[in-house]
């Protein structure tokens, strides 16, 4: 349906609105492994970083045992609160494995 009538509609703003840019390089800060949540979230970008072959197989399996263990300490954890520190470990370890892989330098004469 076409009006004849060809105003577009307005409006009007009191003042422009200001635009601030924030720094961040266009990266996104991992979430820390905190809970059990988190941890599972891990597993899944790893599936995902597998099937678009940006991790290896064998890295995959790797954070999937991290994720295992790190999952079997957070349930011995609620019953024994002395497996804290190990649980601690694990997840940095897991942290550090589910970081992306850093782009080396490609040495001259190879592709």
């Given amino acids: 349906m076409r009006h004849d009538d060809e105003r577009q509609l307005e409006l ?44 290896s197989p064998e ?15 957070f349930d011995r954890v609620d019953r024994d609160p002395t497996a804290m520190e190990r649980l601690k470990a694990v997840l940095d370890d897991l942290e550090a494995l589910a970081r992306p892989p850093v782009d080396r330098p490609r040495r001259a004469g190879r592709p």
Avoid at 31 to 45: F, G, M
């Fill in 12 to 55: 009007p703003l009191k003042k422009p609105v200001a635009l601030r840019v924030i720094r961040g390089e266009g990266q996104k800060r991992p979430d820390p492994l905190e809970n059990r949540d988190a941890v599972a979230r891990v597993l899944v970008q790893a599936g995902v970083d597998l099937l678009l072959k940006r991790i």
């Fill in 59 to 73: 890295r995959a399996e790797v954070i999937g045992e991290r994720v295992d263990e790190a999952l079997e300490l």
